[in-house]
């Protein structure tokens, strides 16, 4: 952060999150990363089914998804996850069958639009249900910040060091997978 923000944007970001409402946001978004919130949205999916949200509160949610890039941000961490997987498998496979870094993303990146098309469903109803408690016009000034100068700045450096510490994990995982399944071969 201190590399893309100034002192006044990470001060106008602070102002934020110290706010009542920014601190609101971070509650509820808190609550639902838990691992119980899996089996609470989908009950909550299930009572979209007979009462639906307005049309104009889909609107203002999905004005948040673009402006925290939260689908963009999803899609990233189910690619990294798949590129992980792939270089795994790949990895274990005898060198001359093996593809590169390189080529296998390019492969995975085939896949990207319907990876987003799904993820921007799935995360329109997460932020159904995290934000249910607020209102539209809090939506409305969550929204303002996130598309502000410091906003922009918060979310797009908070996303860039999330995905650049995921695809590394990834990688270190995948590596280590390959490193067993290798293992696994040569004592088979």
Same mark, same amino acid.
């Given at each position: 952060?201190?590399?893309?923000?100034?002192?006044?944007? +990470? /001060?106008?970001?602070?102002?934020?999150?110290?706010?009542?409402?920014?601190?609101?946001?971070?509650?509820?978004?808190?609550?639902?990363?838990?691992?119980?919130?899996? @089996?609470?949205?989908?009950? %909550? *999916?299930? #009572?979209?089914? #007979?009462?639906?949200?307005?049309?104009?509160?889909?609107?203002?949610?999905?004005?948040?998804? *673009?402006?925290?890039?939260? $689908?963009?941000?999803?899609?990233? +961490?189910?690619?990294?996850?798949?590129? *992980?997987?792939?270089?795994?498998?790949?990895? @274990?496979?005898?060198?001359?069958?093996?593809?590169?870094?390189?080529? +296998?993303?390019? =492969?995975?990146?085939?896949?990207?639009?319907?990876?987003? *098309?799904?993820?921007?469903?799935?995360?329109?109803?997460? $932020?159904?249900?995290?934000? =249910?408690?607020?209102?539209?016009?809090?939506?409305?000034?969550?929204?303002? %910040?996130?598309?502000?100068?410091?906003? $922009?700045? %918060? &979310?797009?450096?908070?996303?860039?060091? %999330?995905?650049?510490?995921?695809?590394?994990?990834?990688? /270190?995982?995948?590596?280590? +997978?390959?490193?067993?399944? /290798? #293992?696994?071969? &040569? =004592?088979?």
């Amino acid at each position: 952060m201190t590399e893309s923000m100034t002192v006044k944007d +990470i /001060n106008k970001t602070l102002k934020w999150l110290d706010s009542p409402l920014g601190k609101k946001c971070t509650r509820l978004e808190e609550a639902a990363s838990t691992p119980e919130t899996l @089996s609470e949205v989908q009950k %909550f *999916a299930a #009572q979209l089914q #007979q009462a639906p949200p307005a049309a104009d509160r889909l609107d203002i949610l999905r004005r948040l998804d *673009a402006a925290v890039k939260a $689908t963009e941000t999803n899609v990233e +961490i189910t690619m990294n996850a798949q590129l *992980a997987v792939a270089f795994a498998v790949v990895k @274990s496979l005898p060198m001359e069958q093996q593809g590169s870094l390189e080529g +296998i993303t390019k =492969q995975l990146e085939k896949t990207r639009p319907q990876l987003e *098309a799904a993820m921007r469903s799935q995360t329109l109803l997460f $932020t159904l249900y995290t934000y =249910q408690d607020l209102t539209n016009a809090e939506l409305e000034k969550y929204i303002q %910040f996130a598309t502000s100068s410091a906003g $922009t700045k %918060f &979310h797009v450096a908070t996303i860039s060091g %999330f995905k650049k510490a995921l695809l590394d994990g990834s990688l /270190n995982w995948g590596e280590s +997978i390959a490193d067993i399944l /290798n #293992q696994s071969k &040569h =004592q088979s």
